[in-house]
């Protein structure tokens, strides 16, 4: 090693000890817990408007790693691999159900009843969270967190033609810290 390969070998295992680094991805803001969702049309203003209902957990890291086997099981044949993209690291899991038309239009959020997804971080310290995605549509959370974890956005739905699905409201609030068993959905039987 020369002393001009010095500094290159250095920048080298920084990258490599921070993967965001070399991106300029950061890690979310957005503090580690259990939060619940309320999915609302056209807005939160009253139990009205309420449209959907979720769950959300939320760590820094992978969240696989927080997870019993018995609960990996009882998530992998939910898990919707296209919420994870060519992001491997799932730092997030939910469950979701929702009312299956919103403003006349088929609604995506529920579709994806729970899985492992991945929350991105976006300009504004806001954050981004899959939960629908398909070849051809997806629905996305885009959120807001202030440092007690109160969340508040727009769902962003596209549709399987191009167009926009109906601008819901998200309204959402920490319940405590992350416990991955709030992903799966309770079995009602039949």
């Known amino acids: 090693m020369t002393p001009a390969t010095r500094p290159l070998l250095a920048g080298v295992v920084i990258a490599l000890a921070n993967p965001h680094a070399a991106t300029g991805q950061r890690e979310p803001r957005l503090p580690e817990g259990t939060y619940a969702l309320t999915f609302c049309y056209p807005s939160c203003g009253d139990s009205g408007s309420v449209v959907g209902t979720g769950t959300l957990v939320y760590v820094h890291g992978d969240i696989r790693r927080q997870m019993t086997r018995g609960l990996a099981d009882s998530l992998s044949g939910r898990v919707n691999f296209l919420l994870l993209g060519p992001n491997t690291r799932s730092n997030a899991c939910f469950q979701a159900s929702a009312q299956r038309r919103v403003a006349g239009q088929e609604y995506y959020v529920g579709i994806t009843p729970a899985s492992l997804t991945v929350v991105n971080t976006l300009a504004r310290d806001s954050i981004s969270v899959g939960l629908y995605a398909s070849p051809d549509?997806?629905?996305?959370?885009?959120?807001?967190?202030?440092?007690?974890?109160?969340?508040?956005?727009?769902?962003?739905?596209?549709?399987?033609?191009?167009?926009?699905?109906?601008?819901?409201?998200?309204?959402?609030?920490?319940?405590?810290?992350?416990?991955?068993?709030?992903?799966v959905p309770t079995h009602t039987g039949g």
């Open 137 to 183: 549509a997806f629905f996305d959370a885009l959120l807001s967190a202030d440092s007690l974890g109160v969340l508040n956005g727009v769902g962003r739905q596209r549709n399987w033609d191009g167009s926009n699905g109906p601008v819901t409201s998200i309204a959402g609030r920490r319940l405590g810290s992350a416990n991955p068993r709030a992903c």
